[in-house]
């Protein structure tokens, strides 16, 4: 419809000697107020389906600490008689601005339940002989609050398998959303340190408790 109401915004109006007119440029007026209808109507579908351009977006205002020059933590709500531990809200941040940051640490999530006992097996791709492996858990990265210390077991170090876990005490107070890395050291070398894994650790809340 653009591309007609492009080519019949050339079109002029004819007037014949004899009075007679034909009004080519009423095409133009047409085409323009059927794509303004259109246009309307889009609007209502995205408004009605919550998608497009004119979708309906809901945003939470975060403020800014004068002190600290720091985001105020925003927590979900919760019900009067919910006596819960209030579950922190960790917003997506628009890296639109800066480059991100290279890392040479692997991505690996965990995903646990509240008050189980928590294994997962890691493998390699390297013979882990003479390393000596630590991870723990945190409420954010470089975070002084140390919510537990996973348990490290070398299975396999010549084909690189580990295993990680957690006692179910250890898991019975995590948060729902915490931060982790896994870090090797060399036996020979102490001061020789190196993070091969780095996540987020996501809790599931425990219904049944004793």
């Known amino acids: 419809m653009w591309a007609l109401a492009t080519d019949a915004s050339f ?38 389906l919550n998608i497009g351009l004119w979708r309906i977006q809901v945003g939470t205002l975060r403020r800014t600490s004068r002190h600290t020059n720091k985001f105020v933590p925003i927590y979900k709500g919760q019900e009067i008689d919910d006596a819960r531990k209030p579950e922190r809200m960790y917003l997506p941040v628009d890296p639109m601005g800066y480059e991100p940051v290279p890392t040479t640490a692997e991505v690996y999530d965990i995903v646990m339940y509240q008050g189980d006992t928590f294994e997962q097996i890691v493998d390699f791709a390297f013979n882990i002989t003479g390393l000596t492996w630590k991870a723990e858990i945190r409420t954010y990265p470089n975070s002084p609050s140390k919510y537990a210390t996973l348990d490290v077991t070398i299975l396999d170090a010549a084909q690189g398998r580990l295993k990680l876990s957690l006692v179910s005490d250890k898991t019975k107070y995590l948060p729902v959303r915490a931060f982790w890395d896994l870090q090797a050291t060399k036996v020979s070398d102490p001061t020789w340190e190196k993070t091969y894994l780095r996540g987020q650790v996501f809790v599931t809340q425990q219904v049944t408790v004793d």
């Open 11 to 48: 079109d002029i109006n004819i007037t014949a000697p004899d009075g007679v007119v034909i009004p080519r440029s009423q095409r133009y007026a047409q085409l323009t107020n059927t794509i303004q209808q259109r246009w309307e109507q889009y609007r209502q579908l995205c408004a009605a």
